[in-house]
């Protein structure tokens, strides 16, 4: 609802700016185009940015988030990001080994390891049949290695 507002702001901007142009009054028109691009900026980053991390990242943080408080690993293969460390809300992990992806993938780990791709990617990771699908969402694929018993 509101996204339409901040595109309504520019255009009203613009056409203001442009009449006043036409009638020679350039500080009016600079003022108007300045202001208004300003104030459409502005709005954008406070209404329309949060939405894309949403659109773009929110099965990948929900994962993350589902994984709050569970003693295990959790890291993104085949991209980088910082969202798995700020939203797992992990301590420092005591294991050094823990930064490895070799390890987490192949090694002999304490603990589960959870990983998160990108569908496009994964096919670099099927190599790996200790790595269990867990599920597909938004462009993402959700994995799991099991501790061996």
Do not use: H
């Not at 459409?40 to 988030?65: H, N, W």
Request: charge should be positive; hydrophobic fraction near 40%.
């Amino acid at each position: 609802r509101l996204e339409g507002i901040v595109g309504l702001l520019m255009i009203i901007s613009i056409v203001i700016g442009i009449r006043s142009l036409s009638k020679n009054k350039f500080q009016r028109a600079a003022w108007v185009l300045f202001s208004g691009t300003a104030i459409v900026i502005f709005l954008a980053s406070a209404i329309i940015i949060p939405k894309v991390e949403r659109y773009t990242q929110g099965a990948a943080i929900d994962f993350f988030i589902q994984r709050q408080g569970e003693d295990c690993y959790v890291n993104t293969l085949g991209y980088y990001s910082y969202a798995q460390l700020f939203y797992v809300k992990k301590e420092k992990p005591v294991n050094q080994n823990s930064y490895d992806d070799q390890w987490l993938l192949t090694g002999n780990i304490d603990k589960p390891a959870y990983f998160v791709s990108k569908v496009d990617r994964i096919d670099k990771y099927k190599q790996y049949p200790e790595l269990k699908e867990l599920y597909r969402k938004n462009g993402f694929i959700f994995l799991k290695r099991e501790v061996k018993k």
